[in-house]
């Protein structure tokens, strides 16, 4: 089992930036896990945003957030990111991260058997 803690949510203007933080620890190990964030907005589903396999290669992302968010981890510290810039109203959720055993960083929520608690993002116009 993986424990996850976020941290970095808060309010900001649209067109601002946030970043992201995750710190993993428990049973992980960098190149047979897959990470992402998800986020879930009130009275909607849970949706994905960004996912990287830890070993590497091209992390995925939402049409919705491409161009805007970048995920990225550092290993050493056991730490996932995502950067978020011109940010809009409309990414105003709670935003999770999440990790699987794998090397598909798919963005299926039901395939992420281990969550964090969550953080809150909140984009006035």
């Known amino acids: 089992q993986v424990q996850l803690v976020e941290s970095g949510g808060g309010s900001v203007q649209a067109g601002g930036s946030l970043r992201l933080s995750c710190a993993a620890s428990g049973d992980i190990s960098h190149g047979t896990y897959c990470m992402g964030w998800f986020r879930q907005a009130p009275g909607k589903e849970r949706e994905g945003v960004a996912g990287i396999y830890t070993g590497g290669g091209r992390p995925y992302y939402a049409d919705a957030v491409k161009g805007r968010f970048t995920i990225s981890q550092d290993n050493a510290k056991n730490t996932l990111f995502l950067q978020m810039d011109s940010l809009k109203p409309e990414d105003t959720a709670m935003y999770y991260c999440?990790?699987?055993?794998?090397?598909?960083?798919?963005?299926?929520?039901?395939?992420?058997?281990?969550w964090g608690q969550g953080t809150q993002v909140i984009v006035s116009s």
């Open positions: 999440a990790a699987r055993f794998g090397y598909s960083p798919a963005l299926t929520v039901a395939d992420y058997p281990d």
